[in-house]
Nanobody, 124 residues
């Protein structure tokens, strides 16, 4: 079992930055591929970024490339999402997720554990 707790969300103006964190329980954090997803009001949850267990493989959805950076600190059991040049369309609840394989994935169905989410609101 892995428990995930997100933090770092908030209200920010367009062009601003936020750093999200996801604290994970357990002693085998580096065995899990990790991902960030987001869900805007009235829309489906969508993939944002993912990282492999050892941080070697990373990928992003096209709309955040060059603006967001996913990273992890396995010694601290923590996943991060640094978000810069934020846009109003980045608004939503951001969730971190863990998959029992070290390989990351863009698919929600590949993830076994989810956090409760943290709200990010970008004003224009």
């Amino acid at each position: 079992q892995v428990q995930l707790v997100e933090s770092g969300g908030g209200l920010v103006q367009a062009g601003g930055s936020l750093r999200l964190s996801c604290a994970a329980s357990g002693r085998t954090f580096n065995n899990y591929g990790m991902g960030w997803f987001r869900q805007a009001p009235g829309k489906e949850r969508e993939f944002v970024a993912a990282i492999s267990g050892l941080g070697v493989t990373i990928f992003y959805t096209d709309s955040v490339k060059g603006r967001f950076t996913i990273s992890r600190d396995n010694a601290k059991n923590t996943l991060y999402l640094q978000m810069s040049s934020l846009k109003p369309e980045d608004t939503g609840v951001y969730y971190c997720a863990a998959t029992r394989t070290r390989s990351p994935s863009r698919l929600k169905s590949d993830y076994d554990y989810w956090g409760q989410g943290t709200q990010v609101t970008v004003s224009s």
